[in-house]
């Protein structure tokens, strides 16, 4: 089955870096576009980042040239580089794969910018 798997969060200082992880397993992890959503508190979930099966990236407005998303395909692993980080960003961040016309999440990992 399908499972997604995050990692790399925690508490970090405003202007601080993170690197997220999302190890996927249950399906051919190379074919398929992979997403980076993010949940705050008392919001809904929102698309941070998206990279295709060949590696072509976009990023939501409000993280551009600051979050990098990447993936390796021989770790069927996807990654959100997260630098320069504001208050704002605090929320919980999702990996996604939309497989068999069906979303798919993982648990999710928080993150928190705070001085």
């Known amino acids: 089955q399908v499972q997604l798997v995050e990692s790399g969060g925690g508490l970090v200082q405003p202007g601080g870096s993170l690197r997220l992880s999302c190890a996927a397993s249950?399906?051919?992890?190379?074919?398929?576009?992979m997403g980076w959503y993010r949940q705050a508190p008392g919001s809904q979930r929102e698309l941070v980042a998206s990279?295709?099966?060949?590696?072509?990236?976009n990023y939501a407005d409000s993280v551009k040239g600051r979050f990098t998303i990447s993936r390796d395909n021989a770790k069927n692993t996807v990654y959100l580089q997260m630098n320069s980080l504001k208050p704002e960003d605090t929320a919980v961040y999702y990996c996604n794969v939309n497989w068999g016309g069906r979303d798919y999440w993982g648990q999710g990992t928080q993150v928190t910018v705070s001085s």
């Open positions: 990279i295709t099966n060949d590696g072509r990236a």
């Open positions: 249950g399906f051919l992890f190379r074919l398929y576009a």
